[in-house]
């Protein structure tokens, strides 16, 4: 379960693409241990939160805390350096590599091997390889696709791509996931499968940090939620809280029903 210790801290973060303000003055803190969701209509400004949070976009004001270091302006080797990943929300696997060698990229971030030393295949690195194939291995095996291990990525079913990302994802060895949309796609089955894998790795000691449009597993897995509109932050609470915002039902619900919102 949640601890109270902060792991994540989101303070006024703002991105302005010319003239259009995608994130303006969002804060928020993440607990250790926590699954915390972002939810939010299409546009809101989730994924680009996540891109600054990653270090892939500048922010144009506010800073990203992590364990209490600034990881405000680092680049994104460093921030996941610093134990924070992440999946996108296109599946972003390398589609010509084995399932292996896909989670095996995910460990050379953070390895002191990188891709050009291992090239050159001296003794000492072959041992290292060895290890983060050990590493790789054992990720596929936390989300239950260890048998794949040499199928080309590309021939895996939607669902088991997903579940690759996370392995690829936890082959860095972060303390925090930042998931985007990771049921998209996903048939009521492999999504089933996917929250199994979530709990689990939290169970284990992770930290997760989603965005999803499906509310039935951000109410039923979620310890927190954040609701963004417009890029702005407009509500935040556990699961029941948000459920009875009269903010976040106005911003989703138009003129339909509260139940449909959060069916
Ligand atoms: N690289 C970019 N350049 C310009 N505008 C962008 C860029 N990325 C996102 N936006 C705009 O920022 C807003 C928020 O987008 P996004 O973060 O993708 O929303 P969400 O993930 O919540 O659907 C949208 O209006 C989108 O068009
Ligand atoms: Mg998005």
Redesign the pocket.
Known sequence: MSGEKVILKVENLTKK?GG?T?VNQVSFDVKEGEIFAVI?P???????LFNMITGVLPVSAGEVFFENKKLTRKKPYQIAKAGITRTFQNLEVFSNMSVIENVMTGAHLTMKTNLLTAGLRLPSVTKEELKIMELAMECLDRVGISHLAHELSITLPYGNQRLLEIARAAASNPKLILLDEPMAGLNPEESRKLVDVILKMRADGMTFVF?EHDMETVMSISDRIVVVDNGVKIGEGTPDEIYQNPKVVAAYLGDEEEEEVFA
Do not use: E, R, S
């Not at 299409?42 to 680009?48: D, P, S």
């Open positions: 693409f259009v995608a939010g299409n546009g809101a400004g989730k994924t680009t965005v």
